[in-house]
Nanobody
């Protein structure tokens, strides 16, 4: 059974940094492209970034470009989301999910049903 578990969320001040982790069990993450998503209270879930399975090609939503970095460690079966220069509007629950290899793109990040095996999420709060 494919399972993803996110961790690393917490409370951080504006301008601060956090690193989220997405750990896989029951399958190998390097068989999939991985997406990061977030959902703020009262808002729809939105795509944040994705990373391809082999070449590690990354794509980002405009709202996080230059501040967030996605990486993967296939040996640890884990994908990371490094977040810097955090803003209050980054406050949300963050999720990871898988999609087929070769799909990672800004356009596919907008299609939630292209992704599956969603984790339970980790909460990020940016506040002073």
């Amino acid at each position: 059974q494919l399972q993803l578990v996110e961790s690393g969320g917490g409370l951080v001040q504006p301008g601060g940094s956090l690193r989220l982790s997405c750990a896989a069990s029951g399958f190998s993450l390097d068989d999939y492209d991985i997406g990061w998503f977030r959902q703020a209270p009262g808002k729809e879930r939105e795509g944040v970034s994705c990373i391809s399975n082999s070449a590690g090609i990354t794509n980002y939503a405009d709202s996080v470009k230059g501040r967030f970095t996605t990486s993967r460690d296939n040996a640890k079966n884990t994908v990371y989301l490094q977040m810097k220069s955090l803003k209050p509007e980054d406050t949300a629950d963050y999720y990871c999910a898988v999609t087929d290899p070769g799909r990672c793109s800004v356009l596919v990040l907008q299609v939630l049903n292209a992704f599956s095996s969603w984790g339970q999420g980790t909460q990020v709060t940016v506040s002073s």
